[in-house]
């Protein structure tokens, strides 16, 4: 079955639970270092590994920096909520229970519009809670998962980071975007968490994860039965694993076979998801209240100062952009589809013209991107450094194509623009007489071209330029190497 088959069949219904760790100095309910990449079980104490007698005391300012991200997601905050314990065994909970929050969240009722297609689609937001996280276990073995393992490690260093939950309502009518409206929520989840700061939101390292809830339904019929694909670890792969769980669905549904409610998880390499275990219902974590802690009453006068002390977010940023910059709507969406909006508008804050800014985050780096499989952001260059490159080209320092080779530099090395453009010479070969010397040896190696271009067949001049161009490791200026072959060659335009 291919993908339109499933949309002229099925309604799908999505839903997205998205974990943040964030960026605070020690853990949420203990004094123990958040720092990653320390070597293993050495961020621990007695309260993170839940060692008896052991105290826990909340950490102000992930509670803040949760009521920021609800602030900022349009939600209502509690003015009185509490922690629970949330039961269940895993290796990775040394525990054996997780404080989290359960019908009382510190954030409801919020939502993001996010823009796909043309299309404004409203992703309403269920809650944003707050938790602890998990330790971090590593099979080992050929296939990294446990099945098939020699043995497991587990690191608890990780346990007890503050973590945020955003779980969204239902979103349904998206058709055939559905899988576009998760990857773009998302994403503009991504910046606006980057733009309050409270998190990296790097993927990589696991502080921003994703659990998709996919469904499908033929029209008019209730909602179908959800699968939750776990920890989905980029925005592609969100994209790519709704898709997937649509194809797999509609499949099974056709053979008149039943989705069962499981987690899955997803497959980067074949891009499809495998079945994980059964899903359980909020009755099989015996939540109850957790009873050394004391409940959460925030201040609606702090509430209302920290919502006026919000930065700009990045869809009011996007608006004043398209503003400043004279862009037309088209180019915004461009932009907007490409990831690209605030890496031009910080292009041209420093320093570029509007368009040549444009055009090289659309241009060679959207293609340097795709080529790397990272968002346009996670180049290892920055607006600045972009701007500079232009600046360069436009004083006739450099070629466009030795600015792309500086590009190639940068993003291998992590070196400055100019440090790449010294360490490689890159720069415009300016000297009139040894362009000549370099068109003489190209007339000479190439008597028949020449003759052809003698002959009045000017498009052959072409050949002679690229022969000069690579004598000169293309740092001459193409349009004057052109003009002084055609000059030694007694043509004229």
């Not at 605070?24 to 104490?45: D, W, Y």
Request: overall charge negative; charged content about 25%.
């Amino acid at each position: 079955m291919n993908y339109e088959d499933v949309i002229a069949r099925y309604e799908p219904v999505i839903g997205l639970e998205t974990h943040v760790e964030l960026g605070t100095a020690s853990k949420m309910f203990c004094g123990c270092s958040t720092e990653f990449g320390a070597p293993p079980n050495t961020h621990t104490c007695p309260v993170c590994l839940g060692l008896p007698g052991a105290l826990p005391v909340a950490n102000e300012k992930a509670i803040e920096s949760t009521i920021r991200i609800g602030l900022a997601l349009n939600c209502s905050i509690a003015s009185w909520c509490r922690f629970a314990r949330k039961n269940y065994f895993y290796p990775d909970m040394p525990k054996n229970f997780q404080t989290s929050q359960y019908d009382e969240p510190l954030c409801v009722d919020g939502y993001l519009d996010v823009e796909v297609g043309g299309r404004t689609v409203r992703v309403g937001i269920e809650r944003v809670h707050l938790e602890e996280d998990t330790g971090k276990n590593t099979h080992v073995g050929t296939s990294g998962r446990i099945h098939g393992a020699d043995y497991s490690l587990v690191d608890y260093n990780r346990a007890g980071i503050p973590l945020v939950e955003i779980v969204t309502k239902p979103v349904a009518g998206a058709g055939e975007l559905a899988p576009e409206v998760a990857r773009e929520y998302v994403t503009q989840l991504r910046d606006i968490l980057r733009t309050l700061g409270v998190s990296d939101v790097r993927m990589e390292q696991g502080s921003l994860r994703c659990d998709v809830n996919t469904s499908l339904n033929k029209p008019g019929e209730p909602w179908g039965t959800r699968t939750e694909t776990k920890n989905v670890n980029s925005l592609r792969s969100v994209e790519r694993a709704v898709r997937s769980e649509m194809l797999r669905q509609a499949a099974l549904l056709d053979r008149g076979e039943r989705i069962l409610q499981e987690t899955r998880h997803f497959q980067e390499t074949t891009g499809d998801t495998r079945s994980g275990r059964s899903k359980e219902e909020a009755t099989d974590y015996r939540y109850f209240p957790e009873p050394d802690l004391v409940p959460m009453a925030p201040d609606p006068e702090w509430v209302e100062q920290l919502r006026k002390e919000l930065p700009e977010l990045p869809a009011a940023r996007r608006a004043r952009l398209q503003e400043s910059l004279g862009v037309s709507a088209e180019d915004m969406v461009q932009m907007a589809n490409a990831g690209v909006v605030e890496l031009v508008g910080a292009t041209v804050e420093a320093g570029a013209p509007v368009a040549e800014a444009r055009n090289w985050w659309l241009g060679y780096l959207a293609q340097q991107a795709n080529q790397r499989e990272v968002e346009a952001s996670e180049l290892g260059i920055t607006p600045g450094q972009v701007a500079r490159l232009v600046q360069l080209v436009a004083d006739g320092t450099l070629s466009v194509a030795l600015a792309r080779q500086a590009v190639d530099g940068v993003l291998e090395t992590g070196s400055d623009v100019d440090a790449v453009i010294a360490e490689r010479g890159l720069k415009r070969v300016s000297d009139t007489g040894a362009l000549e010397a370099a068109a003489d040896e190209a007339i000479a190696a190439n008597p028949d071209v020449a003759e052809k271009v003698r002959g009045g067949k000017l498009p052959a001049v072409g050949a002679l330029v690229g022969a000069v161009m690579k004598a000169t490791r293309g740092q001459a200026d193409a349009a004057a190497v052109r003009t002084i072959l055609l000059e030694k060659l007694g043509v004229s335009e």
